[in-house]
């Protein structure tokens, strides 16, 4: 079946670092990918998506590119704040011709950005 | 203002106590969905819905119920809690799950932590 696989956590940086989460995926088709982000204390919410193949996704200066080729789905950012400790959720929605579209869930990626 | 809202955000209680937790959105959402987090298993679907009185399992439902009497509610029961179920829980709603229906962003409440003794 389909399922997600995101690096192991937990990340520390320190302020203005450079981010890189990697999410690698299995799936039928062409999936949708997102980016799902929880801060302390609170529910998931969506960081950015992306729907098919080298789709970029943006959000707050995150990225994410849709490769088929390797299919991956990393999470990048340039210089990182204290701001954006966090858990990331790295996740899919299969190409169903149905309504079972489900979203599978990664892990999880706990990130700590030291000032 | 758009949101899901669970409750109670905190619950403690003792094995074989029946118990509800409360998910109500008011958006409008046809597709609601429970989830329990666990450390180092991340998310797990328990059941979710696709519209009023439309409910499936997900990949963990055992000791579980749903209802989807309302398209605004959908309650989780824990009829008879055990240790195990000790988690914290997230309901999550969007417009359709279904792929291109232009709307595919999940809502999620503020969890409940559940503690049982």
């Known amino acids: 079946g389909d399922s997600v696989t995101q690096m192991e956590g937990p990340v520390t940086l320190s302020e203005e670092a450079f981010l890189t989460i990697n999410c690698t995926y299995t799936a039928t088709g062409y999936p949708s990918l997102f980016w799902y982000v929880q801060y302390p204390g609170e529910g998931l919410q969506l960081l950015l998506k992306?729907?098919?193949?080298?789709d970029k996704g943006s959000n707050k200066g995150f990225e994410a590119t849709y490769r088929k080729e390797t299919t991956s789905f990393h999470l990048e950012k340039g210089s990182v704040q204290v701001s954006d400790s966090a858990v990331y959720f790295c996740a899919l929605k299969g190409d169903y011709g149905g309504s079972q579209g489900n979203l599978i869930f990664g892990k999880g990626t706990k990130l700590s950005v030291k000032p | 203002e758009a949101q899901v809202t669970q409750n109670p955000r905190y619950l403690i209680t003792v094995t074989g106590k029946k118990l509800t937790v409360t998910c109500s959105q008011n958006?409008?959402?046809?597709?609601m969905s429970w989830y329990r987090q666990d450390p180092g298993l991340g998310l797990r679907q328990i059941y979710y819905?696709?519209?009023?009185?439309?409910?499936d399992k997900g990949d963990v439902p055992e000791g579980y119920k749903v209802s989807r009497k309302e398209k605004r509610n959908f309650p989780l029961i824990l009829e008879s809690p055990s240790p195990n179920q000790t988690s914290l829980y997230f309901c999550?709603?969007?417009?359709?799950?279904?792929?291109?229906?232009?709307?595919?962003?999940?809502?999620f409440g503020s969890g409940t932590q559940l503690s049982v003794l």
């Open positions: 999550a709603s969007s417009r359709s799950p279904r792929r291109g229906a232009g709307d595919e962003k999940l809502f």
């Open positions: 958006m409008n959402h046809e597709y």
């Open positions: 819905s696709m519209n009023v009185e439309v409910t």
């Open positions: 992306a729907t098919k193949a080298d």
